[in-house]
């Protein structure tokens, strides 16, 4: 459990704070803490700058129980690694029971205690006192550092008892797991992903895997190397693991007391394994490797090669960077060729990826014909293929780029009154296959094509309450953004693809979550990384923007894209190196790195990257 910061850069009356050379911070809990007094909530430590630890001090002697609450919170938000001094403030046999890594609830704001929490009742001796803890709950870490948001009020008991013997106060009873306020959460923790594999895809001549992103919160100066390959030996979080496999056989952990994992000077990594030679074969160790090296790129981006270590330290394998993008094929790896859009003729044109003076041109084939009304528009991610929706929403077309040919008959008709009610944006998965909505009112359906070229199959969507306004599949295939509306109010949604499994059951999209709980309107969306996505939406009551989302719900540091009015449509790549395009009302438009909004072409629409 533990305190929200107020905001102030100096320390406030009552607490000490040390600042040592090392960049640490002592602080002690508040010798005038009032234990009297309306509701209030529990401040903490103020910023500090990254490089600074913050750690607290134990209860003073003859501290009552208010003084106790407030260490105890505050210890609770510091960088201790195992909560050491927060168990001082328990009796040893809570110190022996209490479990944090249980779960971390999040509140929009500090913890509040009642004003009862305080010792003597009518002048009388004490020797038990209930404390409640309350708030604001949005969002909680599961066990498996799974981050979900959520609503609600928050509101458990805590207990403290005084030792019959010595006199001092102690918490006795309290439940698992720890609680802080939203801002305290930000500094605490950092968001990483962490890669396993798609359990039933492989793309290419060579059968690769495809990495999957799995993003969990680590407390960020808590030895977050070592946590996170920890957390990766671990498994993968409950709510993806149905679709993904990792390498690691089950049961793999680092070896005892291992802690402080970083790269050398040479930015080379060693992970010590308890595991023999002989239980790992060459091809399973490159695959383990690779998923560390994409998973610990997140923490030291200049990370060249990681080195698997088994017992007794024998080398089980090394894997450098660029070995590691050959063995498995992973989206943000992927910079793609072209930009496409739409020109004003509504032909299919392409330009080289971030080229801003360079002229768009027809592709070959059918589509850089014209002649169909395209409205939109998705190219494969090898780029040698291209879905177009054209006659006004109704028909959904597949060509080669490759050569002229025939468009061929649509492959999916909608019967939706208006264009509004006909077919989405189509998308296209790594493995090739090729998705896109139906909305129509009186007949909604979301389809899936295998290699874009077999019969359309119906996508079962059993959570599904609302309609199906956008559909982005994610290049990994096992995950898929869902804008749902519903009252007239529209919500973003992320669900997990379940494949057919041979049952005959068809493939299904399960256990919606929400990407974006604050917002009510979402106008336009892109992925734009292995775990995040650029929206343009609305919160209630606030106008129309543009900013980056999270998969599973929470709040990404950094700044929003630069601001552009009359946004329609937007397209960003996995790989974030890649400039963000959008068509807005001087067409189509280009943001370079680190630059401004750029004009490309005044009459273009549909921007998209393949995917």
């Known amino acids: 459990m533990g305190a929200d910061r107020k905001g102030g850069a100096r320390p406030r009356p009552g607490r000490a704070v040390a600042y040592t050379a090392l960049g640490t911070v002592l602080l002690a809990g508040c010798a005038s803490m009032p234990d009297s007094g309306d509701l209030r909530n529990v401040e903490s430590t103020p910023r500090q700058d990254t490089g600074v630890r913050v750690f607290a001090m134990p209860p003073a002697e003859g501290a009552g129980p208010a003084e106790i609450m407030q260490g105890f919170l505050e210890a609770l938000t510091s960088d201790d690694p195992a909560y050491d001094t927060a168990r001082k403030y328990l009796t040893p046999e809570a110190a022996h029971k209490w479990r944090p890594e249980r779960s971390t609830t999040v509140l929009a704001n500090g913890p509040s205690i009642e004003p009862d929490c305080r010792a003597g009742n009518g002048g009388e001796p004490a020797t038990g006192v209930s404390c409640v803890l309350a708030g604001s709950r949005v969002a909680t870490v599961d066990a498996h550092q799974a981050y979900q948001p959520a609503g609600g009020f928050y509101s458990q008991k805590v207990h403290l008892a005084r030792d019959a013997k010595n006199g001092q106060w102690r918490i006795d009873a309290l439940p698992d797991g720890v609680v802080m306020g939203k801002s305290d959460f930000q500094r605490n923790y950092t968001s990483v992903d962490k890669y396993y594999f798609a359990s039933d895809t492989a793309v290419g001549a060579a059968g690769e895997p495809v990495a999957v992103a799995d993003p969990v919160f680590v407390r960020s100066k808590v030895d977050p190397m070592t946590q996170m390959v920890r957390s990766l030996l671990a498994g993968p979080t409950r709510w993806l693991g149905p679709v993904v496999r990792s390498s690691f056989p089950t049961g793999t952990a680092l070896q005892k007391d291992v802690s402080g994992l970083a790269p050398d000077d040479q ?7 308890d595991l023999k030679a002989s239980q790992v074969a060459t091809a399973k160790c490159t695959e383990m490797a690779t998923q560390l090296l994409f998973t610990l790129r997140n923490l030291a981006p200049t990370l060249e090669s990681v080195e698997l270590q088994g017992v ?8 450098s960077e660029e070995r590691a993008e050959a063995t498995a094929w992973h989206g943000s790896a992927k910079s793609p060729d ?46 040698h293929t291209a879905a177009g929706v054209g006659d006004q929403g109704r028909s959904l077309y597949v060509t080669s780029l490759a050569s002229a040919g025939s468009l061929g008959n649509p492959l999916v008709t909608s019967q939706g009154a208006t264009t509004d009610d006909r077919l989405t944006t189509p998308s296209w998965d790594a493995r090739g296959d090729l998705w896109v909505a139906d909305r129509n009112p009186h007949r909604p359906r979301l389809y899936i094509l295998e290699q874009g070229a077999t ?3 119906e996508v079962a969507v059993p959570d599904l309450s609302g309609q199906i306004k956008d559909a982005r599949v994610a290049a990994d295939g096992v995950r898929i953004a869902l804008v749902v509306e519903k009252n007239g109010k529209q919500s973003l949604l992320i669900g997990r693809i379940q494949r057919d499994d041979g049952t005959g059951q068809g493939t299904s999209v399960v256990e919606l979550r929400s990407a974006a709980p604050d917002l009510e309107q979402v106008s336009a969306l892109s992925w734009a990384g292995d775990s995040r996505l650029l929206v343009v939406g609305r919160e ?38 890649v400039p963000l395009v959008a068509r807005s009302e001087d067409g189509i438009v280009l943001l370079p790195t680190g630059s401004q909004w750029q004009k490309v072409d005044k009459d273009g629409t549909a921007p998209v990257y393949p995917g």
Do not use: W
């Not at 007794?312 to 894997?319: A, M, N, P, Q, T």
């Not at 009551?541 to 009015?565: C, E, H, I, K």
């Open 455 to 457: 019969k359309p199959q």
């Open 312 to 319: 007794g330290g024998h080398r089980l394998c090394d894997l």
């Open 338 to 383: 072209n930009l496409y859009f739409l020109d004003g003729k509504h032909r299919l044109v392409r330009m080289p990826t971030g080229s801003a003076g360079s002229s768009a041109v027809p592709v070959p084939g059918p589509l850089g014909e014209g002649g169909k009304g395209l409205e939109s528009v998705a190219v494969s991610r090898d780029e």
């Open 540 to 577: 209630q009551g606030g106008v129309l923007q543009m900013r980056y989302v999270q998969v599973d719900g929470s709040t990404l540091d950094g700044p929003a894209p630069g601001a552009l009015t009359g946004v329609k449509s937007i397209a960003a790549s996995e790989d974030e190196r």
């Open 267 to 273: 930015n080379r990594l060693t992970v010590p394994l």
